[in-house]
Each structure stands twice: as structure tokens, then as C-alpha cells.
């Protein structure tokens, strides 16, 4: 059973940082592309960022240069660092897969809320 689990959310004022994690289990972690999505109150789930089997990294092009993403295969955890955080950047951050079979795998997601 493959289940994500994103932690790191919180309340931060603009301008702070917050670094969000995402756990995995049931699949095997180090051939597995990952992605970070978002969704902020009243508005679609956007994509935010992916990092590929090679460590190749790709961001929505808004967000270059204050986010940024890793993974740690041997923790089987991709995490993305935020900086510079606005208003704007508050919704629910979420992780996510596709495994070969074409199965999408969500985590719960992380709530990240900034003030002004």
C-alpha cells in the first residue's frame, strides 16, 4: 500500500520560511518522479514542483528562486523548501506520485498559512 504523508506545514509571517516533507512508503522510492501541488482557498489545485528519479528539478515558473526541492532517497522523503513566502503562497500543500502502472498517489496534505 503506497501512502505519502506531508509534514512541515505551519503559520508563518511573509517573508519567513518553512521546509515541507513528504514521506513515503509502499513504493520503491529512489525510480519514483515526485511532485508537489498546491491549492489555495477558493482556487484549483495548482502543480508546484517536481524532481525526477535523477535529481532533474522543475518549478512552476512563479515560484523559481524561493522554492526549492530535494529528496533523500535514503529517508524515501522528497521535501521543498520555501522561502521568501508571501500571502499569496498560503493553501494546502500536497505530495504526490504516479506509480509505472499509472496509479496516482495523494498524500492528507500540509496547511500552510502566511500573514502579512
Known amino acids: 500500500q503506497v501512502l505519502l504523508v506531508e509534514s512541515g506545514g505551519g503559520k508563518v509571517q511573509a517573508g519567513g520560511s518553512l521546509t515541507l516533507s513528504c514521506a513515503a512508503t509502499g513504493i520503491i522510492f529512489n525510480r519514483q518522479a515526485m511532485r508537489w501541488y498546491r491549492q489555495a482557498p477558493g482556487k484549483e489545485r495548482e502543480w508546484v514542483s517536481s524532481i525526477t528519479s535523477d535529481n532533474s528539478a522543475y518549478y512552476t515558473e512563479s515560484l523559481k528562486g524561493r522554492f526549492t526541492v530535494a529528496r533523500d532517497n535514503a529517508k524515501n522523503t522528497v521535501y521543498l523548501q520555501m522561502n521568501s513566502l508571501k500571502p499569496e503562497d498560503t493553501g494546502i500543500y500536497y505530495c504526490?506520485?504516479?506509480?509505472?502502472?499509472?496509479?496516482?498517489?495523494w498524500g492528507q496534505g500540509t496547511q500552510v498559512t502566511v500573514f502579512a
Open positions: 504526490n506520485t504516479v506509480s509505472d502502472t499509472g496509479s496516482d498517489y
